[in-house]
């Protein structure tokens, strides 16, 4: 999943409105539009931010950003085998609904 979409996800399921986050995070709405929709990619300290705001790592906002695609042919057994479980994990920690990790 592209990281705008997972953002987009939690802002959601955080029960937060964009215009907040913006607000909260030191941009405009545009530009947070711009980070959901893909057309740019969020700084490292708007990352830092985001996390902060949405109260969620930057690495498990990393991680719902994985699909096997991503992973290198050699390694995909051992991501098919882990992902699940990791996944589970961040699903249970941080109220992710699985349904909400495939939206497109």
Do not use: W
């Amino acid at each position: 999943m592209e990281i705008g979409k997972v953002i987009k996800l939690l802002i959601k399921k955080r029960g937060f409105k964009q215009v907040e986050v913006a607000k909260l995070i030191g941009k405009s709405p545009t530009a947070l539009s711009q980070i959901i929709s893909g057309t740019f990619k969020p700084q490292s300290d708007t990352l830092e931010k985001l996390s902060e705001v949405l109260n969620i790592p930057i690495a498990v906002i990393h991680f719902l950003c994985i699909s096997e695609d991503d992973v290198p042919k050699e390694n995909l057994p051992l991501y098919k085998t882990l992902a699940p479980s990791i996944e589970k994990y961040l699903i249970d920690i941080f109220s992710v609904e699985k349904e909400d990790l495939t939206l497109g």
